[in-house]
C-alpha cells in the first residue's frame, strides 16, 4: 500500500499527489512512468509520468488530469489515504548527455514530467531554456520549479493572460532559426502540440524528443494497446518508449486510436464530475 503524503490541486482538474514509494524512488530516472490501480482487486491502470521524486526520504510525485473514471476517483484521496498498486518504474528513461542547448518545451500538465528531464540535462552540463504554455495562467504549473532549474523560461498562454500570447511552436521556431539554436529539443504535451513541435524543428534538422502517453493497460507489450508507428514500424510506448524521434512519429494515426474511447471517457468525466461536486 502506498500512502498519499501530501495533495495540491492546481486547477478544478489537474492534481498533484505525493506518494510513498521508497523503492521507485531510488531505482527511477528522468522521463520513465508507472501504473497506478486504484482498486485493490480488479480496476483500470492508468499510466503517470513520475514527476519528482526522493530517493532518501522515499516518495515519488505525480501529477495527472481528471479524464476519465479512475483519474476522479484518485482525485477523491487525501492525504494519508493509501493506493494499493503502483508498479514501476517503467519505460525507457530519457537519454541523457551533454548535447550543448538544450530546449525543452511543455505544453498543458506535460509541463510535469518534463521537470525531472530538464534537472537531468542542467545536471549534465548543457544550457537548458524552457518553453511553458497553457490556455491561460491559471492552468499554468510548476513555473517556480522549472524557473529554479532551466537557464531561461519562456511562458506563453494562449489567451495572453501571462507571459507571451501565442503557442509554444513561436518561440520554439524563433530558437531554432537563431545564431544559437538548439542542438536538441524535448517536447511533452498534448499529441497535436508535439506534433507541430517536431514540424517545427524538421526543417532545420534539429534532433527533437517526444513522450508519449497513449492507451496502456498491462505496461508490458502483450496487449499492444499502446501501439505506435514509428519510422514505419511498429512501437510498443510502454516498453520501447515512452520517447520517441518526433520526426519519426506518425502522430495523425495515434491521435484516432487515441480517441477510439473517447465518447466513453467524457460520459465518464461527466458522471464522476457530479459525484465530485455532490461529495465536497
Keep these: 500500500m502506498h500512502t498519499i503524503l501530501e495533495k495540491k490541486q492546481f486547477s478544478p482538474?489537474?492534481?498533484?499527489?505525493?506518494?510513498?514509494?521508497?523503492?521507485?524512488?531510488r531505482s527511477r530516472k528522468a522521463g520513465q512512468f508507472v501504473l497506478v490501480q486504484i482498486d485493490e482487486e480488479l480496476g483500470e491502470?492508468?499510466?503517470?509520468?513520475?514527476?519528482?521524486?526522493?530517493?532518501?526520504?522515499?516518495?515519488?510525485a505525480l501529477v495527472f488530469q481528471t479524464v476519465g473514471a479512475t483519474t476522479h476517483k484518485l482525485a477523491l484521496r487525501n492525504v494519508g489515504d493509501?493506493?494499493?498498486a503502483i508498479l514501476?518504474?517503467?519505460?525507457?528513461?530519457?537519454?541523457?548527455?551533454?548535447?550543448?542547448?538544450?530546449?525543452?518545451?511543455?505544453g498543458g500538465i506535460g509541463v510535469a514530467p518534463l521537470y525531472p528531464i530538464v534537472k537531468a540535462y542542467k545536471a549534465a552540463g548543457n544550457e537548458v531554456t524552457v518553453i511553458m504554455g497553457a490556455r491561460n495562467r491559471e492552468l499554468l504549473i510548476f513555473e517556480e520549479e522549472m524557473r529554479a532549474a532551466c537557464d531561461t523560461l519562456i511562458i506563453v498562454t494562449d489567451d495572453g493572460s501571462y507571459g507571451r500570447k501565442g503557442l509554444v511552436t513561436e518561440?520554439?521556431?524563433?530558437?531554432?532559426?537563431?545564431?544559437?539554436?538548439?542542438d536538441e529539443v524535448v517536447a511533452i504535451g498534448p499529441p497535436v502540440m508535439m506534433k507541430f513541435c517536431a514540424e517545427?524543428?524538421?526543417?532545420?534538422?534539429?534532433?527533437?524528443?517526444?513522450?508519449?502517453?497513449?492507451?496502456?493497460i498491462d505496461g508490458t507489450g502483450m496487449c499492444g494497446g499502446c501501439r505506435v508507428s514509428v519510422g514505419g514500424k511498429t512501437k510498443?510506448?510502454?516498453?520501447?518508449?515512452?520517447?520517441?524521434?518526433?520526426?519519426?512519429?506518425?502522430?495523425d494515426t495515434m491521435m484516432k486510436r487515441m480517441k477510439a474511447f473517447k465518447p466513453m471517457e467524457d460520459?465518464?468525466?461527466?458522471?464522476?464530475?457530479?459525484?465530485?461536486?455532490?461529495?465536497?
Design 171 to 182: 518561440p520554439l521556431k524563433e530558437l531554432c532559426g537563431s545564431a544559437a539554436p538548439p
Design 45 to 60: 491502470r492508468i499510466p503517470l509520468t513520475i514527476a519528482d521524486a526522493d530517493a532518501e526520504e522515499g516518495w515519488i
Design 267 to 280: 460520459e465518464a468525466h461527466h458522471k464522476c464530475h457530479l459525484e465530485m461536486e455532490a461529495a465536497k
Design 88 to 106: 514501476g518504474p517503467l519505460g525507457r528513461p530519457t537519454q541523457i548527455s551533454r548535447k550543448g542547448r538544450v530546449t525543452c518545451v511543455g
Design 200 to 216: 517545427t524543428t524538421r526543417p532545420s534538422g534539429i534532433h527533437t524528443v517526444v513522450s508519449l502517453n497513449t492507451i496502456m
Design 82 to 84: 493509501g493506493i494499493p
Design 13 to 25: 482538474e489537474v492534481f498533484y499527489f505525493r506518494v510513498s514509494a521508497p523503492e521507485i524512488a
Design 236 to 251: 510498443f510506448v510502454c516498453v520501447d518508449g515512452p520517447e520517441f524521434d518526433g520526426h519519426q512519429v506518425d502522430f
